[in-house]
T-cell receptor, first 113, second 110 residues
Framework: EAQVTQNPRYLITVTGKKLTVTCSQN?????MSWYRQDPGLGLRQIYY???????DKGDVPEGYKVSRKEKRNFPLILESPSPNQTSLYFC????????????FGQGTRLTVV | SQELEQSPQSLIVQEGKNLTINCTSS?????LYWYKQKYGEGLIFLMM?????EEKSHEKITAKLDEKKQQSSLHITASQPSHAGIYLC??????????FGTGTSLTVIP
């Protein structure tokens, strides 16, 4: 089954404790991205990657890191999480940059206390 | 950056009623997508529109693209409780990014 898998689904952590949210897709998609969703602000793109070893900043990259060492994986790293990073995070993948459907993971609800 | 404005922000309708959600872009549209999200869950792809005047339907949901107005509309006929959720429009941009509108929350009262 074609899917994007994020882990964990729920995470509560403390300020400053490094964490990684994993994302994996099994569709051989080249384009992957991370979004955060906040009430009243909608979905905002954090980082995206057009292929292995190619990553670019989205609209809200501060406080986040990503890596794309393999085509199928695109982890999101928070080196020193802060409470303003409490949000619902989504990973997505697409076959290409444009004119293709994006597939989304089920989301990771992160709370930073 | 691309901006997608959706209206209305929220909608409460009686079951069986028709409704329309609009999505207007501040820039040229290269591809317009509609997604549905159940509260707190992942996004489900509904439709993709690429050409001006294009219209697509899926079950009781129809979407149209007006390229000149840089606008798309999503119309639901005879709404049902299963239609409830958040509807999001998304668009490709020239800068390789994919943007979303702020969403429309739909409640259908049985």
């Amino acid at each position: 089954e074609a899917q994007v898998t994020q882990n964990p689904r729920y995470l509560i952590t403390v300020t400053g404790k490094k964490l990684t949210v994993t994302c994996s897709q099994n569709m051989n998609h080249e384009y992957m991205s991370w979004y955060r969703q906040d009430p009243g602000l909608g979905l905002r793109q954090i980082y995206y990657s057009m292929n292995v070893e190619v990553t670019d900043k989205g609209d809200v990259p501060e406080g986040y890191k990503v890596s794309r060492k393999e085509k199928r994986n695109f982890p999101l790293i928070l080196e020193s999480p802060s409470p303003n990073q409490t949000s619902l995070y989504f990973c997505a993948s697409r076959y290409g940059v444009m004119n293709t459907e994006a597939f989304f993971g089920q989301g990771t609800r992160l709370t930073v206390v | 950056s691309q901006e997608l404005e959706q209206s209305p922000q929220s909608l409460i309708v009686q079951e069986g009623k028709n409704l329309t959600i609009n999505c207007t872009s501040s820039k040229t549209l290269y591809g317009l997508y509609w997604y549905k999200q159940k509260y707190g869950e992942g996004l489900i792809f509904l439709m993709m529109l690429q050409k001006g005047g294009e219209e697509k339907s899926h079950e009781k949901i129809t979407a149209k693209l007006d390229e000149k107005k840089q606008q798309s509309s999503l119309h639901i006929t005879a709404s049902q409780p299963s239609h409830a959720g958040i509807y999001l429009c998304g668009a490709d941009s020239r800068g390789n990014q994919f943007y979303f509108g702020t969403g429309t929350s739909l409640t259908v009262i049985p």
